[in-house]
């Protein structure tokens, strides 16, 4: 199930920031937005020396088809609607929603491998996925749509390569499919009372006031970071624990502890937006810290909350479980120091492909420890 973001959790794996040369016999340039035929289309105007530019055009020639179709940085741009639509989506962001429903449900202790529940999770995964989370992150490229004028002018809206008739239509699709979803399942459980489409509602609900003003939780680089680490670990595996059984206060504080971890990892995101974010006004964690302080302060959060967890295994008398998770936090702190520490906006792509899926393989080792 989707929030914030994102991504949200999130531009997570989007974009290159590039600046214009500036020269003593050249006007400066920046970008300004003009509407033509409901599009959103960047120009170069002349400007004074003290604004933030941007490059003209988007490095196309370039670009891959599969980054397009991931929603991911190094994009190669396209005319045919569907995959700009699938693009807005951002598919490499759906796997830990995906993941987070199969960790709840395996938390339960009530998952059968029956057809009923093996569909019962499909449509549960849809629902966090391809749609909440699809919600999320158009929704979140809507309200940035500025910021990415000047961090990424080739991204769909600002290059116009996409109408904003067709990019709300989709933001309404996807929310009003994923809710639907929601109550669907709510039914198929037999719940007396909609858990299910509540937990969608209100991390529907999260993802506005993330993105949109006036809360615009991503302003506070610390309520809005935990926001989207808890919508991206905790809420998928409250809907999956629901599906199949209760969700219990011990597994609602855990989640929450692990969501501290999925704080941390929303600062990686923050690294490639920072020119775009101190224009804008957003005190993300590098705009508020500086990069370096900010580097340390994610891989901390991510590390010390799984330590904790570790811990709480360990006197849950849950030693074997325990182990597994303390040998899934060392490739994670060895990629930080081979990656991340080195250069977070380089390498961001590269550090999160090589140690995040240990960092999901831990939920599903705590899941499986705390199956009720």
Same mark, same amino acid.
């Given at each position: ?28 340039? /920046? ?7 409901? =599009?959103?289309? !960047? ?13 003209? =055009? ?6 891959? /088809? ?25 598919? !490499?962001?759906?796997?830990? $929603?995906? @993941? ?12 059968? @491998?029956?057809?009923?529940? !093996? ?5 549960? %995964?849809? %629902? ?7 919600? +999320?992150?158009? #929704? ?14 080739? =991204?769909? %809206? ?8 067709? *990019? ?15 109550? $669907?399942?709510? *039914? ?10 509540? $937990? ?37 595996? @409250? ?9 219990? #206060?011990?597994?609602?504080?855990? +989640? ?11 600062? *990686?995101?923050?690294?490639?937006? !920072? ?37 709480? #295994? ?11 998770? $303390? ?32 960092? *999901?393989?831990? #939920? ?5 420890? +705390?199956?009720?």
């Amino acid at each position: 199930m989707a929030s914030s973001v994102n991504t949200v959790y999130s531009k997570r794996f989007s974009s290159y920031l590039s600046a214009m040369i500036r020269t003593p016999h050249l006007p400066s340039r /920046s970008i300004s937005l003009s509407l033509n035929r409901r =599009r959103r289309v !960047v120009r170069a105007t002349e400007t004074d020396e003290n604004e933030v530019c941007a490059p003209d =055009r988007a490095p196309a020639e370039s670009g891959s /088809s599969i980054n397009q179709i991931l929603g991911i940085k190094g994009a190669k741009q396209e005319t045919d609607k569907w995959k700009i639509r699938l693009q807005l989506a951002k598919p !490499v962001t759906w796997p830990p $929603l995906i @993941w987070g429903v199969a960790c709840g449900a395996a938390a339960s202790g009530n998952f059968n @491998w029956t057809f009923e529940d !093996v569909a019962k999770s499909v449509v549960c %995964m849809i %629902m966090s996925g391809p749609c909440l989370t699809g919600y +999320t992150q158009t #929704l979140n490229d809507w309200y940035d749509r500025e910021i990415d004028a000047i961090n990424e002018p080739y =991204r769909p %809206m600002p290059s116009g390569t996409i109408s904003e008739n067709e *990019v709300v239509t989709q933001i309404w699709v996807l929310l009003l499919a994923g809710v639907g979803l929601a109550g $669907l399942l709510d *039914v198929w459980a037999g719940h007396s009372f909609p858990v299910i489409f509540y $937990l969608a509602l209100g991390g529907s609900l999260v993802s506005y006031i993330y993105s949109a003003p006036p809360l615009k939780l991503k302003r506070n680089w610390w309520i809005g970071n935990f926001a989207l680490g808890a919508s991206y670990i905790s809420l998928p595996w @409250w809907a999956g624990q629901a599906l199949f059984g209760t969700i219990t #206060l011990d597994i609602v504080v855990l +989640t929450l502890l692990y969501s501290i971890a999925g704080f941390g990892v929303a600062i *990686v995101n923050d690294f490639k937006s !920072v020119e775009g974010d101190r224009k804008m006004g957003l005190q993300s964690f590098p705009v508020a810290f500086g990069s370096d302080s900010a580097k340390w302060i994610c891989v901390g959060a991510i590390d010390i909350t799984q330590i904790f967890v570790t811990g709480y #295994l360990l006197g849950a008398d849950k030693p074997y479980h325990a182990l597994a998770l $303390l040998g899934l936090i060392a490739p994670q702190v060895f990629f930080q120091f081979k990656y991340f520490l080195r250069d977070p906006v380089k390498y961001d792509v590269k550090y999160q492909a090589s140690a995040q899926p240990f960092l *999901v393989l831990g #939920l599903l080792v705590t899941a499986l420890a +705390t199956s009720h």
